[in-house]
């Protein structure tokens, strides 16, 4: 399983941005998928989660409202859609993969970093 994020960058208090994080070696059916990020100096966080149906999304309460996850099997690509964005959700964002079954995320991409300036 090989996952890789991007589409982070500079972006204002209050705008938006779309994080993609392409898949491959993959099937989306053995596989839940999230995004994570961390800021500097803190741990990493969890941000989002999608099932390996596509059904069940689950939100950290800090980005409820704010950050919509999708999918397009097709595209073999998850996106994360960011808005409202403020000083706090700067941070690098990872896409993370786990397979049924197991509790950890076992495969991650590389982070792509979102700085937002106010």
């Known amino acids: 399983v090989q996952l890789q994020a991007s589409g982070g960058g500079l972006v204002q208090v209050g705008g938006s941005t779309r994080l993609s994080c392409a898949v491959s070696?993959?099937?989306?059916?053995?596989?839940?998928i999230g995004w994570f990020r961390q800021a500097p100096g803190k741990d990493r966080e969890f941000v989002v989660s999608i099932s390996s149906s596509g059904v069940t999304t689950g939100y950290a309460d800090s980005v409820k409202g704010r950050f919509t996850i999708s999918r397009d099997n097709a595209k073999n690509t998850m996106y994360l859609q960011v808005n409202s964005l403020k000083p706090e959700d700067t941070a690098d964002y990872y896409c993370?993969?786990?397979?049924?079954?197991?509790?950890?995320?076992?495969?991650w991409g590389q982070g792509t970093l979102v700085t937002v300036s106010s």
């Open positions: 070696e993959f099937t989306w059916d053995d596989y839940a």
């Open positions: 993370a993969a786990q397979r049924i079954g197991i509790l950890k995320y076992k495969f």
